[in-house]
């Protein structure tokens, strides 16, 4: 059955790329509303704008959503995927300004709240996206696709020169509570030499070592070090989640991306969209329903962040 959040949960930081401070609200939202974010400093025009991939707009390093009034809001990838991973299919998320609070750069503190405060089960069902055939696009050396599968697979691979990070890749399935303890509380991450010039590009100004994990070489400057080992690739897989999250409704099939970043990922579900063979809408039963994102979460348990 489809699920929301029980009760209001707040949250307060600053946003990554901005620098601004930010406010979030995830709201309760009826069955069949789908993930809306609402801009509530937007008082005299339409302020609500559809978690749904059609609305992303290009953007460096982050997941813009862009309204058909022109209102957008960035940076929607790590609470994205907290509600997916955690099965919430309807929510209302309230944000007062043009970006999501970064908060410790993943998402365990939505997580851990979302948790805490619990979900509510309605009596609709779940219609999912099932692939039917292989989509895949490609730029330069990144790559990804979908392909059919029983439930969401998630298979990642990173390459970088620098020694902390180095040639990563794992594959995770999301239908058994993986997300919660295994991806959640990955940071986003980034090379220093790359600081300063997102910086002199109007990025990552609200970026610290508390909130990223920066490395150097084969330094890894952010204190307290990695929460795992391959916590770069885990990240990763945690924005590919969230990102397809944007489909508007939980995907059956096998994820594969190989130096993939949001903008790529996007790509791939307008590739999926395109044909109608690519994919079927099928209304979950409790066979079903087992087998997707959010499945198999226990309530009580809390992802570690430290």
């Known amino acids: 059955m489809q699920s929301t959040i029980t009760y209001p949960v707040s ?49 460096p390093l982050c997941t813009r959503l862009v309204s058909a009034t022109g209102l957008s809001i960035m940076t929607v990838e790590h609470v994205m995927a ?39 089960r309605m009596a609709e069902p779940v219609t999912a996206l099932r692939i039917l055939r292989t989509v895949e696009v490609n730029r330069g050396a990144a790559w990804a696709c979908l392909t059919p599968h029983d439930s969401l697979q998630i298979e990642f691979g990173i390459e970088f020169e620098d020694a902390a990070i180095g040639v990563q890749k794992k594959t ?23 600081v300063d010039q997102m910086r002199a590009n109007g990025l990552a100004l609200g970026g610290t070592l508390e909130n990223a994990v920066v490395v150097d070489g084969d330094k890894v400057l952010s204190p307290g070090g990695l929460r795992h ?10 924005d590919a989640l969230g990102d397809l999250g944007l489909a508007g409704r939980p995907i059956l099939g096998h994820y594969q991306g190989l130096r993939a970043g949001h903008a790529l990922t996007n790509e791939l579900l307008r590739a ?22 959010g ?12």
């Not at 410790?104 to 979302?114: E, H, T």
């Not at 080992?229 to 945690?238: F, G, I, N, S, T």
């Not at 999926?272 to 994102?293: G, H, K, M, S, W």
């Not at 499945?295 to 430290?306: L, M, R």
Request: proline share 6%; with cysteine; charged share 20%.
């Open 172 to 194: 995770l399935t999301m239908s058994n509570g993986s997300f919660v303890r295994e991806l959640s509380n990955c940071r986003t991450f980034c090379r220093k030499r790359d």
């Open 82 to 120: 907290a509600l997916v991973g955690c099965g919430i299919h309807n929510a209302l998320v309230d944000v007062d300004g043009p970006e999501v609070p970064i908060l410790d750069g993943s998402a365990a503190p939505f997580v851990c709240r979302i948790l805490a405060n619990g979900l509510h």
């Open 229 to 238: 080992a391959d916590e770069a690739v885990r990240h990763k897989m945690l």
């Open 295 to 306: 499945a198999g979460v226990h309530w009580g348990e809390i992802p570690q962040v430290a």
């Open 11 to 59: 949250f307060q930081g600053v946003g990554l790329h901005s620098g601004r401070p930010a406010q979030l609200t995830i709201r309760p939202a009826s069955a069949g509303a789908g993930i809306t974010f609402r801009r509530v400093d937007i008082l005299d025009a339409p302020n609500e704008i559809p978690a749904l991939w059609h609305l992303v707009e290009h953007s």
């Open 272 to 293: 999926v969209f395109a044909e109608r063979e690519n994919y079927d809408l099928i209304e979950c039963n409790a066979q079903t329903t087992a087998l997707l994102p």
